[in-house]
């Protein structure tokens, strides 16, 4: 059912941790960005399976079901303390590259929504 990779961050080439999280395997890479999250990470339940990636300010969610990409930004949160990711846009699916190739392809594809 999972079509992510589950091995190794296609962003870094970190080995990928396994852990379980109320019956969900969830397979993150040990780099932490920023933001506090991991760099990548792929949800692994018996129906579906997600994939989250976070470059820079951007996050990218993919879900196997989906041909599309959900692209979220970073933002301050309203109340002044912590952050909150707010959905831009949903494009066609965005496959992992390196962190310098994603940052770049990001950049270039979501200059019109800032």
């Not at 589950?6 to 999280?21: D, S, Y």
């Not at 339940?45 to 300010?57: C, L, N």
């Not at 303390?81 to 990001?106: C, F, N, Q, Y």
Request: net charge neutral; proline share 4%.
């Amino acid at each position: 059912m999972n079509k992510f990779e589950t091995n190794q961050c296609p962003l870094c080439g970190e080995v990928l941790k396994l852990r379980r999280v109320c019956g969900v395997n969830v397979f993150s890479c040990p780099t932490v960005t920023l933001s506090n999250h991991t760099h990548y990470e792929v949800e692994v339940d018996g129906q579906t399976s997600i994939q989250h990636m976070y470059v820079g300010s951007w996050s990218i969610d993919n879900f196997a079901n989906s041909s599309r990409s959900r692209i979220y930004k970073q933002t301050p949160h309203p109340s002044g303390t912590g952050i909150r990711w707010k959905l831009m846009t949903e494009v066609s699916h965005i496959r992992p590259d390196l962190e310098a190739s994603m940052s770049e392809r990001l950049e270039k594809l979501m200059m019109t929504y800032e």
